[in-house]
């Protein structure tokens, strides 16, 4: 599991290389609770997580319900 602080510097110093442009999919082969995936559709990128563990795959579903409730609440799109 990783920070979401660690992980939008992460994306930042990718934009920043040039490594990850507008359009691209952001692909997570070990997304555990799915904190890249959601950041990287926050940021506007497609993504694809894949998970083996049915403990992660259902927590990665809990977490994107309250971030959409979470996107409504304050009226915003969430990218997800």
Do not use: P
Not at 44 to 55: A, I, P, R
Not at 63 to 75: D, H, I, S, V
């Amino acid at each position: 599991k990783i920070s979401f602080l660690l992980a939008e510097r992460i994306f930042k110093h990718l934009e920043h290389l040039g490594l990850l442009k507008e359009g691209m999919t952001v692909c997570d082969f070990m997304s555990g609770t799915g904190r890249v995936n959601m950041l990287a559709s926050m940021r506007g990128y497609s993504t694809v997580s894949v998970e083996l563990e049915k403990h992660f795959v259902d927590m990665q579903v809990e977490n994107k319900k309250r971030l959409w409730k979470k996107a409504q609440f304050c009226n915003c799109d969430g990218g997800v």
